[in-house]
């Protein structure tokens, strides 16, 4: 069964740290790029960083320099390491993979708040 299990949101104040995870299952996880998105209600989804199956890496103007995407494909997992965290990026986070996208997972919750 594909599915996608995110976690590692919360209530973090400006400038602060979160570390996310993405479980995957029901593909053969190293084979694809992988990618965290995001969403704040109203608008669409967003691609802020991906990663390919040697660790190359891409990352979206919002995230550049402060955003760290990671896998590790023998746990079938990825991870995006945020840091000097701000409002604006208060949404949900998901993972999935941008070129073969796959039903969406529950996604975790970061809300930045002081």
């Known amino acids: 069964q594909v599915q996608f299990v995110e976690s590692g949101g919360g209530l973090v104040q400006p400038g602060g740290s979160l570390r996310l995870s993405c479980a995957a299952s029901?593909?053969?996880?190293?084979?694809?790029?992988m990618g965290w998105y995001r969403q704040v209600p109203g608008k669409q989804r967003e691609l802020v960083a991906q990663?390919?199956?040697?660790?190359?890496?891409i990352y979206a103007d919002s995230m550049y320099g402060r955003s760290t995407i990671s896998r590790d494909n023998a746990n079938l997992s990825i991870f995006l390491q945020i840091n000097s965290l701000k409002p604006e990026d208060t949404a949900v986070y998901y993972c999935?993979?941008?070129?073969?996208?796959?039903?969406w997972g529950q996604g975790t919750q970061v809300i930045v708040s002081s």
């Open positions: 999935n993979r941008p070129y073969a996208t796959l039903p």
């Open positions: 029901g593909f053969t996880f190293n084979e694809f790029v």
């Open positions: 990663i390919n199956s040697r660790g190359n890496t």
